[in-house]
């Protein structure tokens, strides 16, 4: 909850930001030959500063407080900025990539050929495979589910591997062999 007091600052300060950002901004430029693109950021840290400030009261010259502040702040950004380094484009080409594109494409190729080939499953050796790595339902737990026999269960996931390998087998070798050059 605000005091009366801490209202008729922030509306002091208000006004002080709408009445000096242009002039401060244009002392900055001209004066600390601030960067374009930093004046925005040190007129900033100005008013930030200034909101710290309890005691506006005794301020006699608003004006020229504000601007002797602004010096200050540009003063020490002038000072921060000599330990930057310039950009340099050059330094890009050394940066490790995150991600490799082809692998991607080939992984998500890869992806899509698994998902036809589950879909070409018959229903339930599907199913079977959903529960059993999707859930990670034991062979018992499954048979059980769907009221099989743990036979037919183990006979299904057979079928279901011995038909995926056909399948992806030649694929996956074909890919292999593309990748490689070869």
Known sequence: MRTRVAEERLTEWFHWFRRWRAPL?????TRWSVDASDLDDVA???FLRLLRYNNMEVIEHPQAYLF???ANVAGEWAMRCRHRYLYDASWLDDLPADSDPEHEVAQEAAHQQLRRA???LPPRQREILRLLYGEGFTRAQ?????NISER????????AYCTLRTVLGDEIALQTVV???G
């Open 118 to 120: 589950l879909a070409d």
């Open 142 to 146: 499954i048979a059980e589910r769907l």
């Open 25 to 29: 901004r244009k002392y900055l430029n």
């Open 68 to 70: 002797k502040m602004a």
């Open 179 to 181: 990748r490689s050059g």
């Open 44 to 46: 900033q840290e100005v």
């Open 152 to 159: 037919i269960v183990k006979r299904d996931l057979i079928n």
